[in-house]
């Protein structure tokens, strides 16, 4: 396989990550995120200081997670106070504050970004293997939440908070681990990013990220991990097929997601649960 | 000193801009429950019509009008291509799509008129000065102001004394009842879209004039300082995103100047809204009204 293809498969890993990990926060525990990035990008950040600054590979990735996960435990809290919309145009704001601050931290590379990141040793081919085993250990991790007791628990919340808490689920508490365990895995997809490119800006980071990692989502059927898992490999690959016109890349990203989501409101899942059941009804 | 008064003036001339933006985001959210972002794309629209028919027809005036027709019906379009269909779902549904929209029309105009934007070919207006009592202002800061004070006066009175407003206000604190008592709902909604795309057309094209310049990403930050803006406000009150929207031109405005070296502007608005709902969670406004 050639270096380019690697690219792309370690891109496609690192949006399978983002992507699952969001919908573990957003599709099955009900709390909408709109600043995803903000906590891919803060992995990315803790994992490029820490390596320009000579940590090994693994600590410098366990920063991200740690740094990632304790951010989404604080905007986990103000998913405590704030609900629905509220919550959204918070993440919203989260998403512009992340961007907002790094730009002006002379620490951090303002504008520049970093990019004195060593290599990770792995090799390109090595990199896009690692990150594609994380991305798989992702997905196997979604689907085990998502049978078990505490998947319960968050479709619970997701369902109706006060009903869920009335038959004795600690709905604070588990908003709180879904916060935390879908940023802590985008940190660690921030980190890898850091070690793949080897250099990072702001700008990866900004809302059109969060946007896009939310369009996979929802166009992937909220709640549904392999839909969503479909849907970052279908969204990864077009703008790549679309390269030949990249001019036209936005233009061509927005119309799609208005047509898709104005005809396939429920996503890839829902189109396939319909297929299912014509094919029963035969 | 009046350089403070100076940044006090600057911060309420955009938040009498957000202002504008705003009522049109908070009333459609009030009605069916949306963010609507793609609000943006229509305030990108009506400068861009406004820059395009002025320069067209060499009368500025042309120009605006041309906006305050256009944008109506682009903002009712968007309705019922868009979101008509999309009522049965989740409220996030129609969202996404509206930013998909927002995201194309920016691109689009990028593409048809290019990443450097438009500028009126003869404008007077912003270099046009007035003295207040050592406070300098231009025409233009003027005209916002003004504009501003009168559509939302207008809005105020059209709700409060009017039939059709009477029925509008009903629409919003409850479709149903309001239905029974023979308020044509549909109809209700297609007004709002009109009357908040021609503001935020009208809010658009005088920041162009203002600035003497249309750009294709003109929308795309103030959409979002206009969602944070009616999170503010408390989702659906009018009279709360007018004070948030004041307020938060100012903010803005003082904030660049204390802490600019650490957080951009954009940041600042919303590290103030952050702020604002950790101590009301329901925002500034905090009644349910519209």
Not at chain 2, 191 to 211: C, E, H, T, W
């Amino acid at each position: 396989m050639s270096a380019y293809a690697f690219s792309v498969l370690a891109i496609m890993g690192i949006n399978i990550m983002l992507a699952v990990s969001l919908n573990m926060i957003t599709g099955f525990c009900g709390q909408f995120s709109l600043g995803h990035a903000a906590f891919y990008g803060s992995g990315a950040y803790a994992a490029a200081y820490f390596a320009a600054a000579g940590a090994p590979v693994v600590l410098a990735l366990f920063a991200g997670i740690v740094v990632a996960g304790l951010l989404g435990l604080v905007v986990g809290f103000a998913s405590l106070r704030l609900r629905d919309d509220f919550l959204a145009v918070t993440t919203i704001g989260v998403s512009f504050l992340f961007v907002g601050f790094v730009r002006k931290q002379a620490w951090l590379g303002a504008e520049m970004g970093i990019s004195r990141i060593p290599p990770s040793g792995l090799g390109s081919e090595g990199n896009a293997l690692l990150i594609l085993a994380c991305a798989l250990a992702t997905i196997a991790f979604s689907l085990y939440v998502n049978r078990s007791w505490m998947g319960f628990a968050f479709h619970a919340v997701s369902d109706d908070e006060n009903t869920a808490r009335t038959i004795g689920i600690p709905a604070s508490a588990y908003k709180l681990v879904a916060f935390t365990l879908g940023t802590a895995i985008a940190g660690l997809a921030g980190g890898l990013y850091a070690y793949f490119t080897q250099f990072i800006v702001p700008d990866s980071f900004g809302f059109i990220v969060s946007v896009t990692l939310m369009a996979m989502v929802v166009i992937g059927g909220t709640g549904s991990t392999l839909g969503v898992v479909a849907a970052a490999i279908i969204l990864t690959l077009l703008p790549e097929a679309f390269r030949f016109i990249n001019d036209y890349r936005l233009l061509i990203f927005g119309g799609l997601l208005v047509l898709v989501v104005r005809f396939a409101p429920e996503g890839i899942a829902g189109l396939g649960r319909a297929v299912l059941r014509m094919g029963r009804r035969r | 000193m009046s350089y403070y008064i100076d940044l006090a003036f600057t911060g309420l001339v955009y938040g009498c801009m957000y202002a504008m933006m705003a009522v049109g985001l908070t009333l459609v959210y009030g009605l069916l429950r949306i963010l609507h972002i793609a609000h943006a794309a229509v305030y990108a629209f009506g400068a861009y019509v406004a820059v395009i028919v002025a320069n067209g027809t060499g009368n500025i005036g042309v120009g605006f009008l041309a906006a305050l027709i256009a944008a109506p019906l682009f903002g009712m379009a968007i309705y019922r291509l868009l979101y008509q269909p999309l009522l049965e779902y989740p409220p996030y549904v129609a969202m996404i799509a509206s930013i998909g929209l927002l995201v194309f029309m920016e691109d689009g105009f990028r593409i048809a008129f290019g990443e450097q934007g438009l500028t009126f070919a003869h404008n007077p207006y912003p270099t046009r000065l007035y003295d207040f009592a050592g406070l300098t202002v231009n025409s233009v800061q003027v005209a916002i102001i003004l504009c501003a004070t009168v559509c939302l006066t207008l809005l105020a009175l059209f709700t409060s004394r009017t039939r059709i407003g009477v029925g509008w206000r009903a629409t919003v604190s409850d479709p149903r009842i309001a239905t029974s008592f023979g308020v044509d709902v549909v109809k209700v909604r297609y007004l709002i879209f009109a009357i908040g795309s021609a503001l935020a057309a009208l809010g658009g094209a005088l920041i162009g004039l203002l600035n003497n310049f249309v750009e294709p990403t003109m929308g795309f930050v103030v959409s979002y300082k206009a969602l944070a803006i009616i999170v503010l406000g408390g989702l659906g009150s009018l009279r709360g995103t007018l004070v948030a929207s004041l307020v938060l031109g100012v903010v803005e405005s003082y904030g660049t100047i204390f802490i600019g070296h650490f957080l951009d502007r954009d940041a600042i608005a919303f590290l103030f809204l952050i702020a604002v709902l950790i101590v009301r969670p329901r925002g500034l406004g905090g009644v349910k009204a519209a």
